[in-house]
């Protein structure tokens, strides 16, 4: 494709060299730079793009995109404001659109996304419909499996993704749209059609700095059902028990049918609701009045956090046409998502289990359904991550030292951070409630292993923080390490 057609998608600052060029490929990263690409000079954390501009031109860069001049660049150099805006308006016109050609579902919230898209990709797949999935734990499609380095991927990547669903004849996809994807202008520009909120508290703080500002991000998804370029109908899908979902679902600036599903009440003219709920060891009962239908359900999920994100994957299905009575029938066969609520296989007389949850109101969603099993004693382990919300630490140590009978705080992903420093943050929060019943181990290793021999009869282990993740960020280096491999390992040699 011609330079000049793509330029036309974009505010250009300057020029410099010649435009009148075949672009045969896009990359942001210069080692996968090729003859005849384009090179956006993206801003990093650590590092500027404009670093490796030379490096990408020697690999076959015939642009360079960047927010400032290259100096004695060999190639053309244009000048943007937003390298990040510029690589989405280049890579839709380059992918040719292919966002209008899938129903495209979003879900953002704090909570519940990974469960939410593992359980819709589950329940359409009981109908044989393809679907894409872009999330936490890794983008899935067309028999293609890619580890997720970030929950929303860049906006290049996306629309390749999307492009290469759309040649697979995939007709949806479902994504986990997190804040700092909406923020930063990787999803801008994509036209959804589904937009899902589950909800909000504290986390990511010490990127969006209040909560105000967290709830401005999240609203971005939904503000953008009002550009319906498919003109077809729109949905958003809110969660009316959290707060800032009712606000949502107030805001007469988004331009869709909106849908609710609560617990509680009955709260636009599209809803679900769950009543009589039931809550077991061995699964979840509720009965679902809805503008769709009624209907009794039963599923194997625990814990009423799963209640509501089955309500949202019901609002999903019906939304996308398919009956109710259908997508009750599979709810019972459903799928969740690895590293939520999952039990670590032994033949021990106690259960240990690995559990995603990294903010306080996700652990103690956990530690509530947890304490429906009816263990004898739950014993936590859990730490906080480096260089992320500091005021979320001594939170979830006092929600761990109030439901758990005994916590071990450990390391997480200290990254940059002394994990001694953090631990003394959570530690803050237990000593404010004058709470005992904790011991600091360090190293998350030694913790599961102390935390695991602890354990007696009927007893549950809970290792909240990490879940699917298989890895540690110690500076700025990843190890291997993976909780459910440590866990099963402890008790299979004890």
Known sequence: MNLNILLNTIK????????????????????????DYIFFALNGTHTNGIEFANQAISKGAVCVISDTEIKDCKCTNILVDNVLEAMSKISAKFY??????????????????????????????A??????????????????????P?????????????????????????????????????????????????????????????????????????????TNLKNNKK?????????????????TNIKADKVSYSTSSKNSSLFCLAKDILLKSDGSYFNLESSFGNAQVNVKQIGLHNIYNILAVICICVSIGIELT??????????????RLERIKSNKDFSVIVDYAHTDDALKNVLSAIKNLKPTKIITVFGCGGNRDKTKRPKMAKVACNMS???FITSDNPREENPVEITKDIEAGAKEINKKNYKVVIDRKEAIREAILSANKNDVVLIAGKGHENYQIIGRTKIHFDDRETAFEILNKN
């Open 326 to 339: 259908q997508v009750i029938d599979n709810l019972k066969n459903m799928l969740g998502a690895p590293g």
């Open 96 to 125: 040719d659109y292919p966002d209008k050609k899938l129903t495209v579902i979003g879900v953002t919230g704090t909570n519940g996304k990974t469960s939410i898209t593992y359980m819709t990709e589950s329940i359409l797949k």
């Open 127 to 148: 109908f044989n419909i393809d679907i894409g999935v872009i999330g936490t734990i890794s983008y899935r499609y067309a028999d293609i499996v890619i580890d997720a």
């Open 405 to 407: 009978d005994f916590v």
């Open 12 to 35: 250009v600052k300057k020029i410099i060299g010649n435009t009148d060029i075949d672009i045969k490929g896009l990359s942001y990263d210069s080692r996968t730079v090729s003859s």
């Open 235 to 251: 949905f958003a899908i809110i969660n009316t028990d959290d707060i800032y979902g009712k606000k949502l679902l107030e805001d």
């Open 150 to 226: 970030n929950t929303t991927p860049q906006s290049l990547d996306l629309y390749k993704m999307m492009a290469e669903m759309v040649d697979a004849k995939i007709k949806y996809l479902i994504m986990e749209v997190s804040s700092h994807s909406l923020v930063l202008g990787r999803v801008a520009g994509i036209e959804f059609d589904i937009a899902v909120f589950t909800n909000l508290t504290q986390d990511h703080l010490d990127f969006h700095k209040d909560m105000n500002n967290y709830f401005n991000a999240k609203k971005m998804l939904f503000y953008s059902l009002s």
